[in-house]
T-cell receptor
Framework: EAQVTQNPRYLITVTGKKLTVTCSQN?????MSWYRQDPGLGLRQIYY???????DKGDVPEGYKVSRKEKRNFPLILESPSPNQTSLYFC???????????FGPGTRLTVL | EDQVTQSPEALRLQEGESSSLNCSYT??????LFWYRQDPGKGPEFLFT???AGEEKEKERLKATLTKKESFLHITAPKPEDSATYLC??????????????FGQGTILTVHP
């Protein structure tokens, strides 16, 4: 089944404790992206990647890191999480940026 | 800076009452405008992609149109199961924003039986 998977689905952590949210797709897509969704603000792009080893900042990259060492994986790293990073996070992939995006199920992160 | 603004923020309709959602955009190099549907607690699901002004696409009760400044999502004779948040997004293929996807804040549609 073609899908985008994210882990964990739910995470409660404390300020400053490094964490990684994994994202994997099995569709051989080149374009992958991370978003955060907050009430009233819609989806905001954090980072995107147009291919392996190519990553670029979206609209809200501060406090986040990403890497794209393999085509299928695009982990999101929070080196020192803060409460303002409490949010619902979505990973998505597509053949290219001009094609439809397939979204993962979301990761709800709470930083205390 | 790319901007996408959706209106209204929320829309309540009676079953069968047709209406339209608006998505206005400012982007330096538009290469695609997308509409997605999102149900509570789930990831967005793709509806349409429009690539050039004048283009129209239809799917069941939904029809999307595109001009040089805005897109409309027309909903004809909606049913309660059409209740969801509808998101618009633009893909930028110009200048320093090449490759970015910018979403609007969404329109929350509620259809009452």
């Amino acid at each position: 089944e073609a899908q985008v998977t994210q882990n964990p689905r739910y995470l409660i952590t404390v300020t400053g404790k490094k964490l990684t949210v994994t994202c994997s797709q099995n569709m051989n897509h080149e374009y992958m992206s991370w978003y955060r969704q907050d009430p009233g603000l819609g989806l905001r792009q954090i980072y995107y990647s147009m291919n392996v080893e190519v990553t670029d900042k979206g609209d809200v990259p501060e406090g986040y890191k990403v890497s794209r060492k393999e085509k299928r994986n695009f982990p999101l790293i929070l080196e020192s999480p803060s409460p303002n990073q409490t949010s619902l996070y979505f990973c998505a992939s597509s053949l290219s940026g001009t094609n439809e995006q397939f979204f993962g199920p979301g990761t709800r992160l709470t930083v205390l | 800076e790319d901007q996408v603004t959706q209106s209204p923020e929320a829309l309540r309709l009676q079953e069968g009452e047709s209406s339209s959602l608006n998505c206005s955009y400012t982007v330096s190099g538009l290469r695609g405008l997308f509409w997605y549907r999102q149900d509570p607690g789930k990831g967005p699901e793709f509806l349409f992609t429009l690539y050039s002004a004048g283009e129209e696409k239809e799917k069941e009760r939904l029809k999307a149109t595109l001009t040089k400044k805005e897109s409309f999502l027309h909903i004809t004779a909606p049913k309660p199961e059409d209740s969801a948040t509808y998101l618009c997004a633009v893909y930028n293929a110009g200048g320093t924003s090449y490759g970015k996807l910018t979403f609007g804040q969404g329109t929350i549609l509620t259809v009452h039986p």
